[in-house]
Protein backbone atom coordinates (compact mmCIF):
# COMPACT_ATOMS: atom_id res chain seq x y z
CA UNK A 1 0.00 0.00 0.00
CA UNK A 2 1.16 3.53 -0.46
CA UNK A 3 1.24 5.55 2.33
CA UNK A 4 4.29 7.53 2.52
CA UNK A 5 3.96 10.63 -0.70
CA UNK A 6 6.54 9.76 -3.57
CA UNK A 7 6.60 13.42 -4.89
CA UNK A 8 7.57 16.65 -3.10
CA UNK A 9 5.93 19.32 -2.65
CA UNK A 10 6.83 22.29 -4.62
CA UNK A 11 8.25 22.88 -8.38
CA UNK A 12 10.97 20.30 -9.29
CA UNK A 13 13.77 22.27 -10.80
CA UNK A 14 14.60 21.95 -14.19
CA UNK A 15 18.09 22.61 -15.79
CA UNK A 16 17.29 22.12 -19.48
CA UNK A 17 15.67 25.04 -21.61
CA UNK A 18 13.73 22.20 -23.58
CA UNK A 19 10.93 21.25 -22.20
CA UNK A 20 10.66 18.04 -21.10
CA UNK A 21 14.35 16.88 -20.84
CA UNK A 22 14.44 16.60 -17.05
CA UNK A 23 11.37 14.77 -16.79
CA UNK A 24 12.83 12.56 -19.37
CA UNK A 25 16.01 11.85 -18.24
CA UNK A 26 13.67 11.29 -14.52
CA UNK A 27 12.13 8.50 -16.30
CA UNK A 28 15.27 7.10 -18.44
CA UNK A 29 16.91 6.77 -14.91
CA UNK A 30 13.70 5.34 -13.76
CA UNK A 31 13.35 3.13 -16.26
CA UNK A 32 16.88 1.76 -16.17
CA UNK A 33 16.45 1.26 -12.11
CA UNK A 34 13.44 -1.24 -13.13
CA UNK A 35 15.65 -3.02 -15.97
CA UNK A 36 18.41 -3.38 -13.79
CA UNK A 37 16.59 -5.04 -10.86
CA UNK A 38 14.79 -7.17 -13.43
CA UNK A 39 18.28 -7.99 -14.66
CA UNK A 40 19.29 -9.12 -11.35
CA UNK A 41 16.28 -11.00 -10.43
CA UNK A 42 16.17 -13.09 -13.80
CA UNK A 43 20.11 -13.33 -13.36
CA UNK A 44 19.68 -14.99 -9.81
CA UNK A 45 16.44 -17.23 -11.06
CA UNK A 46 18.71 -18.58 -13.60
CA UNK A 47 21.73 -19.22 -10.78
CA UNK A 48 19.10 -20.73 -8.87
CA UNK A 49 17.79 -23.04 -11.38
CA UNK A 50 20.98 -23.89 -12.21
CA UNK A 51 21.83 -25.28 -9.01
CA UNK A 52 18.72 -27.58 -9.11
CA UNK A 53 20.45 -29.05 -12.39
CA UNK A 54 17.71 -27.24 -14.64
CA UNK A 55 18.51 -25.87 -17.96
CA UNK A 56 15.22 -23.78 -18.30
CA UNK A 57 15.91 -21.58 -21.71
CA UNK A 58 13.57 -23.98 -23.85
CA UNK A 59 10.98 -24.48 -21.33
CA UNK A 60 10.81 -20.35 -20.96
CA UNK A 61 10.31 -20.44 -25.05
CA UNK A 62 7.70 -22.96 -24.70
CA UNK A 63 6.01 -21.79 -21.60
CA UNK A 64 2.13 -20.50 -21.94
CA UNK A 65 0.42 -18.00 -19.62
CA UNK A 66 -3.04 -18.65 -17.85
CA UNK A 67 -5.29 -16.11 -18.12
CA UNK A 68 -4.76 -15.18 -14.17
CA UNK A 69 -0.61 -14.72 -14.92
CA UNK A 70 -1.39 -12.38 -17.70
CA UNK A 71 -3.57 -10.50 -15.43
CA UNK A 72 -0.58 -10.18 -12.72
CA UNK A 73 2.04 -9.26 -15.75
CA UNK A 74 -0.50 -6.66 -16.48
CA UNK A 75 -0.44 -5.20 -13.34
CA UNK A 76 3.06 -4.76 -13.09
CA UNK A 77 3.49 -3.54 -16.51
CA UNK A 78 0.96 -0.81 -15.09
CA UNK A 79 2.90 -0.41 -12.17
CA UNK A 80 5.86 0.10 -14.02
CA UNK A 81 4.39 2.92 -16.31
CA UNK A 82 3.47 4.69 -13.62
CA UNK A 83 6.68 4.67 -12.19
CA UNK A 84 8.71 5.62 -15.35
CA UNK A 85 6.05 8.47 -15.96
CA UNK A 86 6.14 9.72 -12.82
CA UNK A 87 7.23 13.68 -13.83
CA UNK A 88 4.82 13.15 -16.28
CA UNK A 89 2.03 13.02 -14.12
CA UNK A 90 0.07 15.58 -12.25
CA UNK A 91 -2.11 14.08 -10.00
CA UNK A 92 -0.28 14.89 -6.98
CA UNK A 93 0.05 12.25 -3.97
CA UNK A 94 -2.25 14.60 -1.57
CA UNK A 95 -5.13 13.60 -3.81
CA UNK A 96 -4.11 10.02 -3.74
CA UNK A 97 -3.62 10.12 -0.28
CA UNK A 98 -7.19 11.58 0.54
CA UNK A 99 -8.82 8.40 -2.04
CA UNK A 100 -7.28 6.37 0.01
CA UNK A 101 -8.39 7.45 3.56
CA UNK A 102 -11.78 7.97 2.46
CA UNK A 103 -11.84 4.47 1.17
CA UNK A 104 -10.45 2.90 4.56
CA UNK A 105 -12.85 5.43 6.17
CA UNK A 106 -15.66 3.89 4.39
CA UNK A 107 -14.52 0.16 5.08
CA UNK A 108 -14.53 0.70 8.69
CA UNK B 1 23.73 -4.82 -1.82
CA UNK B 2 23.69 -5.59 2.45
CA UNK B 3 22.61 -3.45 4.54
CA UNK B 4 24.81 -1.93 6.99
CA UNK B 5 21.64 -1.20 9.72
CA UNK B 6 21.67 -4.05 12.41
CA UNK B 7 18.97 -3.04 14.67
CA UNK B 8 15.46 -4.46 15.16
CA UNK B 9 14.11 -1.60 13.17
CA UNK B 10 15.83 -3.07 9.70
CA UNK B 11 13.53 -3.56 7.21
CA UNK B 12 13.18 -6.91 5.74
CA UNK B 13 14.64 -6.30 1.74
CA UNK B 14 13.72 -8.83 -0.67
CA UNK B 15 15.62 -9.18 -3.84
CA UNK B 16 14.30 -6.08 -5.72
CA UNK B 17 14.52 -3.90 -2.86
CA UNK B 18 18.47 -4.95 -2.70
CA UNK B 19 19.09 -4.64 -6.52
CA UNK B 20 17.29 -0.97 -6.44
CA UNK B 21 19.41 0.49 -3.35
CA UNK B 22 22.11 -1.18 -5.46
CA UNK B 23 21.31 0.53 -8.59
CA UNK B 24 20.67 3.96 -6.78
CA UNK B 25 23.69 4.03 -4.86
CA UNK B 26 25.73 2.77 -7.97
CA UNK B 27 24.19 6.03 -9.58
CA UNK B 28 24.74 8.61 -7.03
CA UNK B 29 28.70 6.99 -7.04
CA UNK B 30 28.42 8.03 -10.57
CA UNK B 31 26.96 10.70 -10.67
CA UNK B 32 29.10 12.57 -7.24
CA UNK B 33 32.22 11.30 -8.93
CA UNK B 34 32.34 10.56 -12.83
CA UNK B 35 29.72 13.71 -13.66
CA UNK B 36 30.50 15.94 -10.92
CA UNK B 37 34.50 15.34 -12.03
CA UNK B 38 33.16 15.59 -15.98
CA UNK B 39 31.60 19.49 -14.42
CA UNK B 40 35.17 20.60 -13.06
CA UNK B 41 37.12 19.65 -16.14
CA UNK B 42 34.93 20.97 -18.47
CA UNK B 43 34.83 24.02 -16.28
CA UNK B 44 38.85 24.48 -16.01
CA UNK B 45 39.22 23.71 -19.63
CA UNK B 46 36.78 25.98 -21.33
CA UNK B 47 33.84 27.56 -19.16
CA UNK B 48 36.12 29.73 -17.09
CA UNK B 49 38.84 30.62 -19.73
CA UNK B 50 35.81 31.38 -21.48
CA UNK B 51 33.94 33.39 -18.76
CA UNK B 52 36.79 35.54 -18.01
CA UNK B 53 37.17 36.48 -21.53
CA UNK B 54 33.65 37.92 -21.03
CA UNK B 55 34.75 39.67 -18.00
CA UNK B 56 33.38 37.49 -15.41
CA UNK B 57 36.73 36.44 -12.58
CA UNK B 58 34.96 33.07 -11.47
CA UNK B 59 36.24 34.38 -8.26
CA UNK B 60 33.29 32.98 -6.13
CA UNK B 61 31.07 30.24 -5.88
CA UNK B 62 28.11 32.79 -6.94
CA UNK B 63 30.76 33.64 -10.30
CA UNK B 64 31.41 30.40 -11.04
CA UNK B 65 27.27 29.51 -10.81
CA UNK B 66 26.77 32.15 -13.60
CA UNK B 67 29.40 30.73 -15.93
CA UNK B 68 28.55 27.35 -15.45
CA UNK B 69 25.19 27.92 -15.18
CA UNK B 70 24.33 27.58 -18.95
CA UNK B 71 26.57 24.61 -19.39
CA UNK B 72 25.29 21.34 -20.55
CA UNK B 73 27.38 19.28 -18.25
CA UNK B 74 25.86 21.52 -15.44
CA UNK B 75 22.86 20.58 -16.24
CA UNK B 76 23.73 17.28 -17.43
CA UNK B 77 24.94 16.90 -13.41
CA UNK B 78 22.35 18.72 -11.57
CA UNK B 79 19.59 17.07 -13.51
CA UNK B 80 20.88 13.50 -13.26
CA UNK B 81 21.82 14.57 -9.29
CA UNK B 82 18.36 15.53 -8.44
CA UNK B 83 16.76 12.28 -10.27
CA UNK B 84 19.11 10.29 -7.84
CA UNK B 85 18.08 12.24 -5.02
CA UNK B 86 14.85 11.69 -5.63
CA UNK B 87 15.08 8.12 -6.51
CA UNK B 88 17.04 7.14 -3.17
CA UNK B 89 13.36 7.93 -1.01
CA UNK B 90 11.30 6.29 -4.14
CA UNK B 91 13.02 3.34 -3.46
CA UNK B 92 13.71 3.12 0.51
CA UNK B 93 9.30 4.56 0.77
CA UNK B 94 8.74 1.11 -1.43
CA UNK B 95 10.07 -0.97 1.47
CA UNK B 96 8.99 1.16 4.85
CA UNK B 97 5.15 1.54 2.82
CA UNK B 98 5.29 -2.79 2.27
CA UNK B 99 6.77 -3.18 5.94
CA UNK B 100 5.08 -0.80 7.37
CA UNK B 101 2.81 -2.97 9.77
CA UNK B 102 5.67 -5.18 10.49
CA UNK B 103 7.52 -2.01 11.50
CA UNK B 104 4.64 -0.66 14.08
CA UNK B 105 4.89 -3.49 16.52
CA UNK B 106 8.68 -2.68 17.12
CA UNK B 107 8.30 1.02 16.86
CA UNK B 108 6.35 0.87 19.97
CA UNK B 109 9.03 -0.91 22.68
CA UNK B 110 8.74 -1.20 26.26
CA UNK B 111 11.07 1.64 27.32
CA UNK B 112 14.26 -0.21 29.27
CA UNK B 113 17.26 1.97 28.92
CA UNK B 114 15.89 5.15 27.68
CA UNK B 115 12.53 7.15 27.60
CA UNK B 116 9.99 9.31 24.88
CA UNK B 117 8.75 12.33 25.66
CA UNK B 118 6.39 13.62 23.35
CA UNK B 119 5.25 17.17 23.80
CA UNK B 120 2.29 18.07 21.27
CA UNK B 121 1.96 21.91 21.84
CA UNK B 122 6.11 22.05 20.64
CA UNK B 123 5.31 23.93 16.89
CA UNK B 124 7.09 22.68 13.66
CA UNK B 125 9.08 25.79 12.75
CA UNK B 126 8.30 26.86 8.99
CA UNK B 127 12.12 25.64 7.94
CA UNK B 128 11.24 22.47 8.77
CA UNK B 129 7.05 22.04 7.77
CA UNK B 130 6.91 24.55 4.62
CA UNK B 131 9.61 22.44 2.25
CA UNK B 132 10.11 19.23 1.99
CA UNK B 133 14.16 19.52 3.14
CA UNK B 134 16.86 18.13 0.85
CA UNK B 135 13.72 16.85 -1.35
CA UNK B 136 12.61 13.99 1.12
CA UNK B 137 8.42 14.14 0.49
CA UNK B 138 7.01 14.85 4.00
CA UNK B 139 10.21 16.55 5.22
CA UNK B 140 10.88 15.10 9.00
CA UNK B 141 7.50 16.18 10.61
CA UNK B 142 4.64 14.74 8.42
CA UNK B 143 2.69 11.91 9.45
CA UNK B 144 0.06 10.00 7.45
CA UNK B 145 -1.45 7.70 10.32
CA UNK B 146 -2.32 7.76 13.94
CA UNK B 147 1.44 7.56 16.41
CA UNK B 148 3.12 7.25 12.92
CA UNK B 149 7.22 6.76 12.88
CA UNK B 150 7.72 6.73 8.80
CA UNK B 151 9.49 9.38 8.46
CA UNK B 152 12.06 8.45 10.66
CA UNK B 153 12.08 4.83 8.98
CA UNK B 154 12.48 6.78 5.29
CA UNK B 155 15.12 8.64 7.02
CA UNK B 156 17.36 5.61 8.37
CA UNK B 157 17.10 3.82 5.37
CA UNK B 158 17.75 7.03 3.21
CA UNK B 159 20.54 8.23 4.82
CA UNK B 160 22.20 4.45 4.28
CA UNK B 161 21.59 4.63 0.07
CA UNK B 162 22.34 8.25 0.20
CA UNK B 163 26.31 7.87 1.98
CA UNK B 164 26.53 4.64 -0.05
CA UNK B 165 28.15 3.65 3.12
CA UNK B 166 30.26 6.43 3.94
CA UNK B 167 28.40 6.78 7.62
CA UNK B 168 29.41 3.58 8.53
CA UNK B 169 27.45 1.25 10.18
CA UNK B 170 24.20 2.09 11.62
CA UNK B 171 25.19 5.41 10.11
CA UNK B 172 26.87 5.97 13.49
CA UNK B 173 30.24 7.67 11.92
CA UNK B 174 29.53 11.22 12.70
CA UNK B 175 28.93 10.71 16.41
CA UNK B 176 31.25 8.04 16.87
CA UNK B 177 34.06 10.34 15.65
CA UNK B 178 33.15 13.28 17.50
CA UNK B 179 32.52 11.61 21.30
CA UNK B 180 35.81 10.05 20.21
CA UNK B 181 37.37 13.41 19.45
CA UNK B 182 36.14 14.89 22.90
CA UNK B 183 37.02 11.74 24.70
CA UNK B 184 41.20 11.62 23.36
CA UNK B 185 41.59 15.05 22.75
CA UNK B 186 40.30 16.36 26.85
CA UNK B 187 41.41 13.13 28.73
CA UNK B 188 40.48 14.47 31.86
CA UNK B 189 36.89 15.67 30.62
CA UNK B 190 34.54 13.48 31.89
CA UNK B 191 30.89 14.78 30.83
CA UNK B 192 28.28 13.58 32.87
CA UNK B 193 25.05 14.72 30.84
CA UNK B 194 25.23 15.13 26.89
CA UNK B 195 22.08 16.70 24.97
CA UNK B 196 22.29 16.32 20.94
CA UNK B 197 20.16 19.16 19.40
CA UNK B 198 18.17 18.45 16.17
CA UNK B 199 18.91 14.83 16.59
CA UNK B 200 16.45 13.23 14.01
CA UNK B 201 16.40 9.01 14.44
CA UNK B 202 19.68 9.48 17.35
CA UNK B 203 21.94 7.64 14.58
CA UNK B 204 24.50 10.14 15.58
CA UNK B 205 23.50 10.17 19.65
CA UNK B 206 23.78 6.69 20.48
CA UNK B 207 27.46 6.81 20.33
CA UNK B 208 27.57 9.17 23.12
CA UNK B 209 26.16 7.20 25.47
CA UNK B 210 28.92 4.15 24.10
CA UNK B 211 31.48 6.30 24.18
CA UNK B 212 30.65 7.92 27.95
CA UNK B 213 28.43 4.83 29.71
CA UNK B 214 28.45 6.98 32.36
CA UNK B 215 26.62 10.00 31.01
CA UNK B 216 22.53 10.60 30.37
CA UNK B 217 22.49 11.18 27.21
CA UNK B 218 19.57 13.82 26.03
CA UNK B 219 18.39 14.12 22.30
CA UNK B 220 15.68 16.47 20.74
CA UNK B 221 13.95 17.42 17.66
CA UNK B 222 10.95 19.22 17.31
CA UNK B 223 9.48 16.31 14.99
CA UNK B 224 7.65 13.19 16.17
CA UNK B 225 7.54 10.50 14.41
CA UNK B 226 11.54 10.88 13.90
CA UNK B 227 12.12 10.59 17.26
CA UNK B 228 9.33 7.94 18.31
CA UNK B 229 11.45 5.68 15.72
CA UNK B 230 15.12 6.82 17.45
CA UNK B 231 13.43 6.12 20.01
CA UNK B 232 12.59 2.29 19.06
CA UNK B 233 16.16 1.89 17.55
CA UNK B 234 18.06 2.92 20.25
CA UNK B 235 16.05 0.71 22.43
CA UNK B 236 16.49 -2.13 19.99
CA UNK B 237 19.93 -1.63 20.16
CA UNK B 238 19.83 -1.42 24.13
CA UNK B 239 21.61 2.13 24.24
CA UNK B 240 20.19 4.25 27.29
CA UNK B 241 19.13 7.48 25.53
CA UNK B 242 16.25 10.20 26.48
CA UNK B 243 14.60 11.44 23.32
CA UNK B 244 12.19 14.82 23.66
CA UNK B 245 10.42 16.53 21.77
CA UNK B 246 11.85 19.86 21.99
CA UNK B 247 12.48 23.19 20.00
CA UNK B 248 16.21 23.78 20.47
CA UNK B 249 15.66 27.53 20.21
CA UNK B 250 13.12 27.38 22.96
CA UNK B 251 14.88 24.86 25.17
CA UNK B 252 12.59 23.80 28.61
CA UNK B 253 15.80 22.74 30.61
CA UNK B 254 16.92 24.75 33.26
CA UNK B 255 20.33 26.79 32.91
CA UNK B 256 23.69 25.19 33.62
CA UNK B 257 21.75 21.45 33.08
CA UNK B 258 24.53 19.95 30.64
CA UNK B 259 28.65 19.43 30.46
CA UNK B 260 28.10 19.01 26.45
CA UNK B 261 26.08 20.26 24.33
CA UNK B 262 26.46 19.37 20.68
CA UNK B 263 24.60 19.14 17.39
CA UNK B 264 25.69 17.20 13.69
CA UNK B 265 24.09 18.66 10.42
CA UNK B 266 21.99 20.46 12.40
CA UNK B 267 22.73 24.29 11.52
CA UNK B 268 22.80 24.29 7.94
CA UNK B 269 18.99 23.30 8.29
CA UNK B 270 18.28 26.44 10.50
CA UNK B 271 17.26 30.07 8.98
CA UNK B 272 20.19 32.56 10.73
CA UNK B 273 18.20 33.90 13.44
CA UNK B 274 17.65 30.40 14.62
CA UNK B 275 20.88 29.25 14.84
CA UNK B 276 21.54 32.51 16.82
CA UNK B 277 18.58 31.53 19.03
CA UNK B 278 20.05 27.93 19.01
CA UNK B 279 23.42 29.30 20.54
CA UNK B 280 22.12 31.58 22.52
CA UNK B 281 20.21 28.80 24.49
CA UNK B 282 23.32 26.03 23.93
CA UNK B 283 24.97 28.40 26.25
CA UNK B 284 22.40 28.77 28.86
CA UNK B 285 21.99 25.38 29.15
CA UNK B 286 25.59 24.93 29.45
CA UNK B 287 27.39 24.09 33.01
CA UNK B 288 30.76 26.73 33.41
CA UNK B 289 32.95 24.63 32.18
CA UNK B 290 30.78 22.87 29.44
CA UNK B 291 31.77 22.01 26.15
CA UNK B 292 29.19 23.32 23.06
CA UNK B 293 30.59 21.11 19.46
CA UNK B 294 28.80 21.44 15.74
CA UNK B 295 29.19 18.86 13.20
CA UNK B 296 28.86 20.89 9.99
CA UNK B 297 29.75 22.02 6.62
CA UNK B 298 32.96 23.38 6.53
CA UNK B 299 32.68 27.73 6.38
CA UNK B 300 33.20 29.38 3.21
CA UNK B 301 36.68 31.03 4.38
CA UNK B 302 38.18 28.01 4.11
CA UNK B 303 37.60 26.22 1.57
CA UNK B 304 38.76 26.92 -2.37
CA UNK B 305 36.00 28.80 -4.42
CA UNK B 306 34.89 25.90 -6.95
CA UNK B 307 34.66 23.73 -3.98
CA UNK B 308 32.41 26.13 -2.29
CA UNK B 309 30.41 26.28 -5.74
CA UNK B 310 30.07 22.54 -5.34
CA UNK B 311 29.21 22.27 -1.96
CA UNK B 312 26.62 25.16 -2.00
CA UNK B 313 24.72 23.25 -5.23
CA UNK B 314 22.58 21.99 -2.47
CA UNK B 315 21.08 25.46 -1.38
CA UNK B 316 20.24 26.14 -4.66
CA UNK B 317 19.06 22.95 -5.89
CA UNK B 318 18.42 20.45 -3.20
CA UNK B 319 15.91 22.08 -0.65
CA UNK B 320 18.34 23.63 1.42
CA UNK B 321 17.47 27.30 1.63
CA UNK B 322 19.52 28.13 4.61
CA UNK B 323 22.61 25.91 4.12
CA UNK B 324 24.40 29.10 1.93
CA UNK B 325 24.08 32.01 4.18
CA UNK B 326 25.13 29.42 7.18
CA UNK B 327 28.50 28.86 5.32
CA UNK B 328 28.96 32.41 4.97
CA UNK B 329 28.97 32.97 8.57
CA UNK B 330 32.10 33.92 10.57
CA UNK B 331 31.91 30.44 12.95
CA UNK B 332 33.40 32.04 15.39
CA UNK B 333 31.26 35.15 15.61
CA UNK B 334 28.31 33.09 15.89
CA UNK B 335 29.37 31.58 18.89
CA UNK B 336 30.81 34.58 20.52
CA UNK B 337 27.76 36.50 19.25
CA UNK B 338 25.90 33.58 21.98
CA UNK B 339 28.26 34.74 25.16
CA UNK B 340 31.26 32.41 24.09
CA UNK B 341 35.23 33.85 24.89
CA UNK B 342 36.29 34.51 21.30
CA UNK B 343 39.18 32.80 22.24
CA UNK B 344 37.46 29.72 23.26
CA UNK B 345 36.69 29.01 19.66
CA UNK B 346 38.02 25.39 18.40
CA UNK B 347 37.38 23.87 14.81
CA UNK B 348 38.81 20.58 13.61
CA UNK B 349 38.81 18.34 10.59
CA UNK B 350 38.62 14.75 11.64
CA UNK B 351 39.08 11.63 9.65
CA UNK B 352 36.40 8.98 9.92
CA UNK B 353 36.63 7.18 13.44
CA UNK B 354 35.23 4.00 12.56
CA UNK B 355 36.90 3.76 9.31
CA UNK B 356 40.30 4.82 10.23
CA UNK B 357 40.69 2.95 14.06
CA UNK B 358 42.01 4.32 17.34
CA UNK B 359 45.39 4.71 16.60
CA UNK B 360 45.61 6.17 13.18
CA UNK B 361 42.70 8.59 15.06
CA UNK B 362 44.76 9.72 17.53
CA UNK B 363 47.44 10.28 15.09
CA UNK B 364 45.43 12.56 13.03
CA UNK B 365 44.27 14.73 16.14
CA UNK B 366 47.65 15.45 16.50
CA UNK B 367 48.17 16.77 13.13
CA UNK B 368 47.03 20.21 11.51
CA UNK B 369 43.36 20.77 10.15
CA UNK B 370 42.89 19.60 6.64
CA UNK B 371 40.89 21.71 4.49
CA UNK B 372 40.12 19.94 0.87
CA UNK B 373 37.86 18.79 -1.13
CA UNK B 374 37.54 15.63 0.73
CA UNK B 375 36.29 17.92 3.78
CA UNK B 376 32.78 17.79 4.68
CA UNK B 377 31.67 16.58 1.28
CA UNK B 378 29.56 12.94 0.27
CA UNK B 379 32.79 11.54 -2.14
CA UNK B 380 33.21 7.84 -3.09
CA UNK B 381 36.76 8.62 -2.08
CA UNK B 382 36.28 9.44 1.03
CA UNK B 383 35.51 12.34 3.56
CA UNK B 384 36.94 13.91 6.65
CA UNK B 385 33.91 15.75 8.92
CA UNK B 386 34.50 19.07 10.30
CA UNK B 387 33.41 20.91 13.69
CA UNK B 388 33.76 23.59 16.03
CA UNK B 389 33.09 24.68 18.79
CA UNK B 390 33.77 26.48 22.54
CA UNK B 391 33.91 25.63 26.39
CA UNK B 392 31.85 28.08 28.54
CA UNK B 393 34.08 29.46 30.91
C1 LIG C 1 19.69 17.28 9.11
S1 LIG C 1 18.72 16.78 10.45
C2 LIG C 1 19.94 16.39 11.66
C3 LIG C 1 20.58 15.08 11.43
C4 LIG C 1 21.32 14.42 12.56
N1 LIG C 1 21.57 15.22 13.72
C5 LIG C 1 22.59 13.84 12.01
O1 LIG C 1 23.57 13.82 12.74
O2 LIG C 1 22.63 13.41 10.86
C6 LIG C 1 17.99 18.21 11.14
C7 LIG C 1 16.98 17.90 12.24
O3 LIG C 1 16.70 19.08 12.98
C8 LIG C 1 15.34 19.10 13.34
N2 LIG C 1 14.99 20.48 13.66
C9 LIG C 1 14.83 21.51 12.81
N3 LIG C 1 14.60 22.66 13.49
C10 LIG C 1 14.64 22.34 14.81
C11 LIG C 1 14.50 23.08 16.01
N4 LIG C 1 14.25 24.40 15.99
N5 LIG C 1 14.60 22.43 17.18
C12 LIG C 1 14.86 21.10 17.22
N6 LIG C 1 15.00 20.35 16.11
C13 LIG C 1 14.89 20.95 14.92
C14 LIG C 1 14.63 18.48 12.16
O4 LIG C 1 13.37 17.97 12.53
C15 LIG C 1 15.63 17.40 11.74
O5 LIG C 1 15.33 16.18 12.36
Not at chain 2, 112 to 133: A, H, N, R, Y
Not at chain 2, 258 to 263: G, L, P, T, W
Amino acid sequence: MRRIPRKRRGERNRFFQAEGVDELLSALLRLSAEVSALKDRVYIAEKVLEQQGLNVSDAIEAYELSAEQEAELAANRQRMIETVLAQFDNSSDVDDMTDENSKIEAAA
Amino acid sequence: MNSNITHDLAVPLNQEDKAKRAFVTALRVHVLQHMSGSMKNRYEDYVKPEAQKRGNTCDTPEHIHKALKSDFMFKAYSSARTCAQEMVFDVVSDSVDREFETLRAKAKPVAKKGSLTLDDSVEIPKSVSEIDVHLAPGSYHAEYTEEDFATGAVYDNAIEVFSFGQFGKDSNDIGMTLSNYVRLKFPDFKPAKILDAGCTIGHNTLPWAQTFPEAEVTAIDVAAPVLRYGHARAESMGVPVHFRQMDATAMKFEDNTFDVVFSSMFLHELPLKDIHAYLKEAYRVLKPGGLLWQMELPPMNQMPAYDNFYLNWDTYYNNEPFYGTFRRQDYRKLLTDAGFGAEEFMEATMPRYTFVGEEAYKEALSGENTFDTLTGRMDPKGTRWYGFGAWKK
